[in-house]
């Protein structure tokens, strides 16, 4: 008897407990609100609360307050009248629609099972349940292909979405470029057993002209997988399973594939293989957290991917899997970099030329977590390379033959900050690093490395850490050190650090400032 008795007053604190906490929240939210002042119609607003003769809403980002409610218990979206600083009407819209939201552009939203719905605004109010309490985010923060999401339709257009359930972050949809193109001309589609088009059986290992499958079965767009979950797409392999969709130029190719077997195929792409283990699993942490960070992205929204396969996110699937990067993606899986609770953008390059740099060079602000550290990368070649230019092997379609080259600033690194191209009585000046490299790329003929090795027909120069000195007839020497941007992690930096016995953690917290090596589980709220 006296468990029983101990067992109700158990829930009945419980019970008390949460009402208490409920009416601190609400109370809470009252007093975040905003009485309303102006007559109007809130279009597309989301009731957070309408009991105790008040009315407690959100619209356009702000959460407002006003007086009256409905006569039944209601949260969700719809069109408020008030008048008089008192709701007028409320127009609940309940006709909604559930999917994953594929892609978006050009006015239509592709919901899977669903098809392209029209929206009625490209800046659709996106209500998210998710936390502790409702917020209004844009549709910029949701991820393609990841949420299955509720769409809210006003005359069988869109008009607002509400996210009930937390993304799922197991995959990313990578956008596989044709040299740096969107589309394909042709794509013949293979693998080692029978092909699933829109996950049926096509009876066959291999489309030899998928532009054409799509035309005899009159559609835009098909999934193709295999049984083994490997497709070839022009005789290139990649694990995961592929969208093709038709455009006008030509074919566009979607690679849906896991986060940890997509960080299996960036890190030898990205990283020399034979490099000591513990600068594999940094890298392998770095590349992990570059992915998540960017599956907001969307820059490729209209394809329904969140990235693409070149050097503009991470090289992938340029390189075979080997057992060394292997073991690293496996002995760090799910680990990623935070500062502060949330992911930061981890920014690597291969080769510093002393000192790593920070966002000086990109004319950006640069983020708390990325500092200038020393970084002797003398195990590179690229620590200390000539450049020889010739003027005289490009003609800018714009300005002509170039005529003289000078350095106007310069960070305490040695990185150019401006660099200002002569073209008789015409000038250009350059002002960001990637600019700066693919401008003097163009009259690059050869660049000799620190262990005396040549290479050629190099589009960028190596970095842009140098300094100039003038030849005759248009020649000109750039005396320069390290490779890629300089910001954030060095390649051969962290290989120099773990061979002399840091570990990965260790080698991560050195090249970034503040932060900590977590587990994905413990950020993707913050996705």
Known sequence: MVWIMLAITVVCVVIVFAIVMAQKEKGALVKQARAVTKDMVYENAYIVSNDDGRLIFICDGELYRAKGTMEESFTGVCDIEISGSKVK????????????MLSYGNGTMQIAGQGDIPMQSDKLPVYDETGAAPKEIAVSDLIIGSETLSYILDSGRICAIVRRQA?????????????????????????????????????????????????????????????????????????????????????????????????????????????DAEALKAQAVCARTFVYSQMKNTQYALYGANIDNTTAFQVYNASETKQSTDEA????????????????????????????????????????????????DDN?????????????????????????????????????LSLTINYGNKSQTFTAENDIRKALGHYQKKVTLNDGSVRENMSMIPSACFSVSAGANGHYTLSGGGFGHGIGFSQYGADKLAKAGSGYKDIIGYYYKDVTVVDISSVRSEQ
């Open 380 to 416: 590179s070649p690229y620590y200390r390379w000539t450049s020889e230019l010739d003027l005289s092997a490009y003609n800018d379609p714009q300005y002509g033959t170039a005529t003289g080259i000078s350095v106007d600033k310069t960070s305490d690194a040695g990185y150019v």
């Open 167 to 275: 993304p799922d972050l197991t995959y990313i949809r990578v956008l596989i470029k044709n040299d740096g193109k969107d589309v394909f001309p042709t794509i013949a589609a293979a693998a080692a057993a029978n092909l699933y088009v829109d996950d049926a059986d096509c009876g066959s290992n291999a489309i030899d002209d998928v532009g054409a499958y799509m035309a005899n079965a009159q559609k835009g767009k098909i999934k193709v997988s295999s049984a083994d979950n490997y497709v070839s797409i022009n005789g290139k392999s990649y694990p995961g399973s592929f969208e093709f969709i038709g455009t006008d130029a030509g074919i566009v190719a979607v690679n849906t594939v896991d986060v940890e077997t997509y960080v299996r195929y960036v890190l030898p792409s990205e990283m020399p293989s034979t490099f």
């Open 89 to 100: 009407k409320i127009q609940i819209k309940p006709d909604d629609i559930s999917g994953v």
């Open 329 to 376: 993606v496996k002995a760090t899986a799910g680990q990623v970099v935070s500062c502060g609770g949330s992911l930061i953008t981890c920014y690597y390059f291969s080769t510093s030329a002393g000192k790593t740099e920070d966002m000086e060079v990109w004319s950006s602000s640069t983020p708390d977590f990325i500092h200038k550290v020393e970084s002797v």
